[in-house]
């Protein structure tokens, strides 16, 4: 898959999704919300009603039995049209009461009612009515009733004035509506409170969010949404950006390490030859002339033909690691093995060396000469980087399954950009350095399936690890 086809596929699973979920999520939250506080609202609204008509049940109600009490006190003195006065006046005083009348019959169920329990009734039959029955106190007998019909508009429009745009349904004990405001609208819930001083119930309609309230308050959250998975979509290509470009450099430096390390080996191994054979006649000639100026010129010719040889060898090491022989061989014999090399070296550059050995054997299956090489190495990169004298520790250790083996110096200690780059062919800080030294060096601990890990300090020193898995 090509990167930038991987790339919009990322996208889509890292900032789409995210956004249309979270988005469809933020809405129907809001959107919960929104209905509970409607809920709410609807429902204290309903209360208001309740308590209002609550009110004006048990004063109208408290009106009538008064009433009736003085008329059953001067039942004997009253006539019937002055009773039908008094009522008549006190309905024009209440707006409540659309008409207040006297029966001295009970002609309805309602009467019938009251006269039995000797309280006062409400009818909601066909229109909302107060009965009360007027007692006589000495017989407690029924005397007659006063029938208050009750101004139903009066309330509705009260209720509309409250909350203009709601829809309220009164009903009655039997299930009928005795007033509503505003037709029904379509809605998911309702609201429902009881009377305390009837059977009877308020229905309201819960109002639905329209689609443009629920943006308008889901939006701000949405847009916070995005751009927050935006910012997080932001570090995540930086982090990509930033782990193809080490993948990047990982790769050339592999291949220019492998281009190198073939060049290298196969010109060394083409410059042998003719060095094998210039050797060979120098050997020839330093037979023929024997006076004492030339053999010292062939000496120092075979010297530096010895050091090229060395050279050469190093650069095959580079290139692919061919025909080696891997033997099990102690380290701690490797490294003392070589100890006199280092020991002399040391002893030329003021350098005090110290070996301990390990106390216990530390079989390595290995080829010899090329961890030789390594510790060789390493042992002149320290030796090097202590100019006026120091202290070289060379020690070996087990730890599981491991063989360690420790190069310590006390010299100069690597500077950061030197560091930084550490194995990577050519990177030197010497005037004849080749840079080429821990090249081979990992290589070679690479090839044994080991590691290598430098610890320096600047002014203080360098301590190498490295280690090789035990047989
Ligand atoms: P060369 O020795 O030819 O420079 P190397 O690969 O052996 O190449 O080392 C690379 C560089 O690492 C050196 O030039 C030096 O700067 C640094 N270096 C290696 N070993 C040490 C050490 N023990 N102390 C300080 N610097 C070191
Ligand atoms: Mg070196």
New binding site residues.
Partial sequence: MGREKMRRWLYILLVIVPCLVGSAWIVLWQDEQQQQQLVEETRLFANIHKNDLDRFLSETTARLETLALIISKHMAMLKEEEIHDILHDMQKQDVRFERISFFSESTTAAMQLAKTTKRTVIDSHHTTTIVTPIIYEKTNETAGFLVAKLRTNYIQNRMKIIHPDASFRLYDENGAILMSTNPLRPSKQTVTVHLNNAPWMIEANVPSVSIKQKMKTALPYILSLIVFIHIIWLFIQYWLLKRQTMIERMETEAQKLELVGTLAASTAHEIRNPLAGIKGFIQLLSEKHKDNESQLYFSVIQNEITRINDIVNEFLILGKPTAQKLETCDLNSIVQSIHPMIESQAHLHNVVYTFHRADVPLPIRCSKDHLKQVIL??A???I??MSRGGQLTISLTKQNDWAVLHVA?T????PKH?KDK?FQPF????QT???????ICKRIIDMHKGTIDIH?IEEKG?T?TVRLPLQ
């Fill in positions: 190495n390493l002149k990169n320290a090097e980087a110096d010299g100069c200690g690597m030197v550490l990177v030197t800080s010497k350095g080749t840079g080429l030294g821990l090249v320096s360098t190498i």
